[in-house]
Structure formats: C-alpha cells, structure tokens
C-alpha cells in the first residue's frame, strides 16, 4: 500500500512540473509570435489575420504559413522578408507539440494555437491567440461558451486554457473558469470574430 501511495504521489509530482513547464513554454511562444507580429505592423506590413483576408474556413495553421512568406505573400530565402522577420516554423509550437522542423512539414499537428481573427482595429485586450486545447465554435463574441479539447496539450496544461491578447498580456485560467471566459477574452460587446484551428 505504502509502495501504491508513494507512486501515485510521485506521479502526481511529475505531472505538476510538467504542467508548469508546459505552461511556461506556451506563455513564452506567445509572446514572442506577438512580438514577431507587433515588429511586422510597426514596419508597416499587414500582420493580422483579418487584415490579411482570413476566415474561418482556414486554419491557424494557414496563417502562421502565411508569416513566413513575403508582403506578397511568396516564399522567400531572406528571413527578414517575410511578415514577421526571422521567424522560424518551431516557434508556432509548444510543450508536447511535435517541432517543425521546415516550412514544407509544418503541419497542425506542429502548431500549438487557435488564432481569433483580429484586425488592427480590435480593442487592445481581445485574445488574439489561443492554447489549442481551447473551443469556441467558428466564430466567437463575448457571450460565447467556451469548452476544453481533451488532449495531451489539455493533459500537459492541467485543462488550463492560456491566450495572448493583441496587446501581448499573457493571461490563463484554471478549467472551472473555462466555460464563461469569452467575456474576459473578447470586450468589445458588439464585435463577433472568426476562429481559425490548427
């Protein structure tokens, strides 16, 4: 019994320092995609998602490609070309997601995020990017449900759903919270996004 109960605990240990490490390494991907995308606009490139012509009938997946192509939206050998200069497709991941290790094999199942399709116009604390154990239907406003995706990325993040906003706050929530967190995440009452997925 004692041989049981001294397992389970060192389990339960491993599981909460994977989480944390988990949760630190998507919080950090985040910011740096945000940043990689706040030095687009600043140079005066079209970095966000809406601006560039997204709908939810395209993928999370589709946009991150896109930031890695040119204004013209053409694969290009100079990083500093593409939308956001330098980026590489390993930094869309996180903890448990398999790495990407070129732009030809990056795939979803490389990519660790939900993207809201924002504009340059959306109010500063909209989520802007998503963990992607995260589900709001194809679109989503400030009265939305929200559900978890049961996953290893969900298993990794103790079912805590993290996001970036437009403004870069990285923020989360613990899974009791999950379901009415479109409120905190969208505060613009009147407006309804897109949702692109992996």
């Given at each position: 019994?004692?041989?049981?109960?001294?397992?389970?605990?060192?389990?339960?240990?491993?599981?909460?320092s994977?989480?944390?490490?988990?949760?630190?390494?998507?919080?950090?991907?985040?910011?740096?995609?945000?940043?990689?995308?706040i030095?687009?606009?600043?140079?005066?490139?079209?970095?966000w998602?809406?601006?560039?012509?997204f709908t939810?009938?395209?993928t999370s997946?589709?946009?991150?490609?896109?930031?890695?192509?040119?204004?013209?939206?053409?694969?290009?050998?100079?990083?500093?070309?593409?939308?956001?200069?330098n980026?590489?497709?390993?930094?869309?991941?996180g903890?448990?997601?398999?790495?990407?290790?070129?732009l030809?094999?990056?795939?979803?199942?490389?990519?660790a995020?939900v993207?809201i399709?924002?504009?340059?116009?959306?109010?500063p604390?909209t989520a802007f990017?998503v963990?992607?154990?995260?589900?709001?239907?194809?679109?989503?406003?400030?009265?939305?449900?929200?559900?978890?995706?049961k996953?290893?990325?969900?298993?990794?993040?103790?079912?805590?759903?993290?996001?970036?906003?437009?403004?870069?706050?990285?923020?989360?929530?613990?899974?009791?919270?999950?379901?009415?967190l479109?409120?905190?995440?969208?505060?613009?009452?009147?407006?309804?996004?897109?949702?692109?997925?992996?």
């Open positions: 019994m004692f041989v049981v109960g001294l397992g389970l605990l060192l389990y339960h240990f491993l599981h909460m994977e989480m944390g490490a988990a949760f630190s390494n998507l919080k950090s991907h985040g910011r740096s995609i945000w940043c990689g995308v030095n687009g606009q600043t140079t005066g490139k079209i970095v998602p809406k601006d560039l012509g939810r009938s395209q997946t589709e946009y991150f490609r896109r930031l890695l192509y040119d204004k013209d939206g053409q694969k290009t050998d100079n990083p500093t070309n593409q939308l956001v200069e980026a590489v497709p390993h930094d869309f991941g903890w448990g997601i398999n790495a990407a290790t070129s030809t094999s990056f795939a979803a199942n490389n990519n995020w993207v399709c924002v504009d340059s116009n959306a109010p604390d990017l963990s992607r154990n995260a589900f709001f239907g194809a679109q989503v406003s400030t009265t939305s449900k929200v559900t978890r995706v996953s290893h990325t969900d298993w990794c993040l103790g079912g805590r759903i993290v996001w970036t906003t437009k403004s870069g706050a990285c923020c989360d929530a613990d899974p009791d919270k999950v379901a009415n479109a409120a905190s995440m969208f505060p613009d009452s009147n407006a309804v996004y897109d949702v692109l997925y992996p």
